[in-house]
């Protein structure tokens, strides 16, 4: 009995952006979970964070020309030493997490 195969030409692209959303949604989480763990002395260092594109995925960044102390609190702050490497724990977070949420349904 012959087999009749259907294939799909776009898969490949549809695959990449599927891969592409996952990857925003990962960024966003990281990027949320960061600004609740950042100190909050002024707020103004939650609010400089933000998400670029990059050509392999997406870039979190704290800090600009207000927040010029964004990676010293990251790596040291007496005052408040629960919020050392708060974007690092909230990439952890989100890697230690179910990633399968961010890759259902996007293919």
Do not use: C
């Not at 087999?3 to 990857?23: F, H, P, R, T, Y």
């Not at 995925?57 to 790596?75: E, L, W």
């Amino acid at each position: 009995m012959p087999v009749k195969v259907n294939i799909d030409k776009n898969w490949s692209k549809k695959i990449e952006a599927g891969m592409q959303k996952a990857l925003l949604e990962m960024s966003l989480d990281i990027h949320r979970r960061a600004v609740t763990l950042a100190p909050i002395e002024t707020a103004a260092l939650r609010n400089s964070g933000k998400v670029e594109p990059i050509p392999d995925g997406y870039k979190i960044q704290f800090g600009n020309s207000r927040v010029p102390y964004a990676r010293k609190r990251h790596f040291e702050n007496k005052k408040n030493p629960q919020t050392l490497g708060y974007l690092a724990k909230a990439g952890d977070g989100v890697a230690r997490g179910d990633k399968s949420k961010y890759f259902r349904g996007k293919i």
